[in-house]
């Protein structure tokens, strides 16, 4: 400490006998090397800071979150699908998309032929399937509801598949349960699969 205050004490010294020039190049230069240290300090705590949230989250490191994602396809002019998340995330290619509070539409002919909302789904831009997970309610053009546990569109040229715990009614005139319900590619017909029940109702 001793030789420090007398290093001080020379160098005040010696700052004393400057002109207004050189003590002004001085200062200066001092100011400058403040700043340079004061922003490589900085940078070290904020990168430093960045690492550990990075490790921290690694596992959050394959999705990108994102509120209100909306998803379509359209070829010449040709809508097929729109889906609509609250919520949802995109993992890290953006190959595939999950989302949450779903709602959406598929279309044949630019109409709307089956309408759903679910609690949860996702979207393979690879294969371009769409899977509805939980508390899956579609509703086909012709009056036809379907409450599902899983619900894969494959394409509008293929079978849209359901499957678990499936409930299907048609207003008052038909209730129907199954394990399976196979809808054809233009949404107007379907079929029951596996252990099922249908009630028919008078109008």
């Known amino acids: 400490m001793e ?3 007398n290093y001080a004490i020379k160098f005040y010294e010696k700052f004393k006998s400057f002109d207004k020039k050189k003590k002004a190049y001085l200062v200066a230069l001092f100011l400058i090397l403040a700043v340079m240290s004061w922003a490589f300090i900085s940078a ?8 550990r949230t990075q490790l921290k989250n690694s596992q959050d490191e394959q999705k990108v979150d ?7 396809e359209t070829k010449q002019t040709k809508k097929y699908f729109e889906i609509y998340g609250e919520t949802g995330h995109y993992s890290n ?12 539409n598929f279309y044949k002919d630019n109409e709307v032929s089956m309408s759903f909302q679910s609690s ?10 769409i899977t509805l ?3 899956t309610y579609i509703v086909l053009k012709d009056g036809v509801s379907l409450n599902t546990d899983k619900l894969t569109w494959s394409g509008s040229d293929k079978e849209t598949v359901a499957e678990g715990h499936i409930v299907i ?13 196979i809808i054809g590619a233009g949404y107007d017909k379907f079929k029951i ?11």
């Open 3 to 5: 030789k420090f205050k």
């Open 44 to 51: 070290g705590i904020i990168t430093g800071n960045f690492n």
């Open 66 to 72: 994102a509120i209100g994602i909306i998803i379509t």
């Open 93 to 104: 290619d953006h190959s595939v998309a999950t989302l949450h509070n779903v709602i959406g």
């Open 120 to 129: 949860k789904g996702t979207y393979d831009e690879n294969s371009g399937v």
């Open 133 to 135: 997970y939980d508390n």
């Open 169 to 181: 009614k048609k207003g008052k005139e038909m209730v129907a349960t199954a394990n399976k319900c």
């Open 193 to 203: 699969i596996g252990k099922t029940t249908t009630k028919i109702y008078k109008k």
